[in-house]
């Protein structure tokens, strides 16, 4: 079966997790992804939380999937050459250095769009135009300025950051819908065009519901929030609403039976309205269906702690998986707190190549997540990541065509060795 993004090559110079991310995604739909990594050097995650010595880290390895890699020193006069001619075979150039990073390299985009006017050239940075433009940017800056932090925890607590990585995995995500966008859109016009994600924009949009609630708090107190039931009043921004639910239908995580040993015996459960009379048969409070105090969703929403309490006096007494096939089996819309070691071991996540296990040459089988997104005519294969330089005499022969002096010439000219002072390092 052929690939959705097949003829598509891509020139990724991107490195940490952000930029990754995004081009492991490409290289799953079928293109063809160059990583271009400085010499002897690499990709910093290649040896960042290493966990097996001297093997590429799983920080790497998981990242960077189904790619090439090429090693070439750009600030090389041979390099930059060996560059332009990768520039003129590639569709697009997907890059997040810090800022400036590519125009100090000589290749800014005036530049790159002469060199080929057909090539995309797609940009991850912490922040858009603005006062914080210069600034470097990591996974938890981007959370704590796009409006995550600041609406996650526990109202006396402090800001959290969360374990999914919305600033780096999110942007990336984003810039890939860019990207295809715009080669679709090149498709009508021939021509390239810049695609920019900034993280602090995409967690922002990740946190789309909080801007929500910040406009309503004007209009009076956000009533599906705790804090309301128990009369806490409202400052002039959104606060941290703890497990709340984020929608309108008040939700909460409830201890299950174990939970006094086990950190995950609890389960999110939801009181949608429609089919609230169920949870009340469920619990054994079906008083409530009528009782104008519980009966209807805005009588409840001064009571959510009092509601929420009895809820779990029932899910205490089940497991959460019990809990899950009781609730399901009503339509009550509820979800188990599972472990990273539940996932790794779920074999429907296994099934469906959402959870892969793959084999690498120097540090043997690991697990990783594939594609989460599910072409039924273009499935995704996940293969290894590749070594430092793998591929770089393949690339530089079958995709710039050139002959075994010209090899031979770059090889001379040090553009694929480790700058000198890494090298004395
Ligand atoms: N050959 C020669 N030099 C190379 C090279 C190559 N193949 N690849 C990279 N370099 C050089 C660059 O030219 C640059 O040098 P310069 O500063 O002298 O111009 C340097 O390596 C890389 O710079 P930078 O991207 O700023 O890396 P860093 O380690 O200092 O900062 C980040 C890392 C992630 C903070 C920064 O890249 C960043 O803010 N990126 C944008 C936001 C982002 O994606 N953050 C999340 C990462 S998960």
Partial sequence: MTKALKGVRILDFTHVQSGPTCTQLLAW?????????????????????????????????????????????????????VLTELIKQCDVLVENFGPGVLDRMGFPWEKIHSINPKMIVASIKGFGPGPYEDCKVYENVAQCTGGAASTTGFRDGLPLVTGAQIGDSGTGLHLALGIVTALYQRTMTGQGQKVTAAMQDGVLNLSRVKLRDQQRLVH?????????????????????AGNDSGGGQPGRILKCKGWETDPNAYIYFITQAPVWEKICDVIGEPGWKTHPDYAKPPARLSRLNEIFARIELWTMTKTKFEAMDILNKQDIPCGPILS??????????????????????????????????????????????????????EILRQVLGFSDHQVAEIHDSGALDPPRKQAAE
Avoid: C
């Fill in 340 to 393: 990273m070691k539940e996932l790794a071991e779920d074999q429907s996540l296994r099934a469906t190549g959402t959870v892969v296990e793959v084999d690498h040459p120097t540090r043997g089988k690991y697990l990783s997540v594939g594609n989460p997104i599910k072409l039924s005519d273009s499935p995704t294969e996940v293969k290894r990541s590749p070594l430092l330089g793998e591929h770089t005499d």
């Fill in 220 to 240: 009076g107190p956000l009533k599906e929030y705790s804090q309301f039931g128990e009369g806490i009043p409202f400052g002039d921004a959104v606060p941290r």
């Fill in 29 to 81: 739909f079928g293109a063809d992804v160059i990583k271009v990594e400085r010499p002897g050097v690499g990709d910093i995650t290649r040896g960042q939380l290493q966990d097996v010595p001297n093997a590429d880290s799983l920080y790497f390895t998981m990242l960077n999937h189904n790619k090439r890699s090429i090693t070439l020193d750009t600030k090389n006069p041979k390099g930059k050459e």
